[in-house]
């Protein structure tokens, strides 16, 4: 079992930028693949960005692409995703996700509990 725990959310501007931070209660961390999802009131949660367990390989919605980055320190159990350029439609909760193989599908293992972004213009 993983438990992820997720922080950094809260009210950013829009056009700024935000980090969240992703912490994994297993040792195991390293070996698992990582992503991130969001999902915007009265939508379905949706992939966001997605890195694999070392780092060397990561995917992004084509809504966050060239705005968003992830990455991950194996060395602290800890996912990140720097949201650049941050616009309205970026609001939402964001779910921290651990395991399972990437598609365009990708179906993780385990979740988090998320934590609210808000984007005020």
């Known amino acids: 079992q993983v438990q992820l725990e997720e922080s950094g959310g809260g009210m950013v501007q829009a056009g700024a930028s935000l980090r969240l931070s992703c912490s994994a209660s297993r040792r195991a961390f390293s070996t698992l693949n990582m992503g991130w999802f969001r999902q915007a009131p009265g939508k379905d949660r949706e992939f966001a960005a997605f890195i694999n367990v070392n780092g060397g390989s990561s995917y992004y919605a084509d809504s966050v692409k060239g705005r968003f980055t992830v990455s991950r320190d194996n060395a602290k159990n800890t996912m990140y995703l720097e949201m650049n350029s941050v616009k309205p439609e970026d609001a939402g909760v964001y779910f921290c996700?651990?395991?399972?193989?990437?598609?365009?599908?990708?179906?993780?293992?385990?979740w988090g509990q998320g934590t609210q972004v808000t984007v005020s213009s």
């Open positions: 996700a651990a395991g399972g193989i990437y598609s365009r599908t990708y179906q993780p293992l385990y």
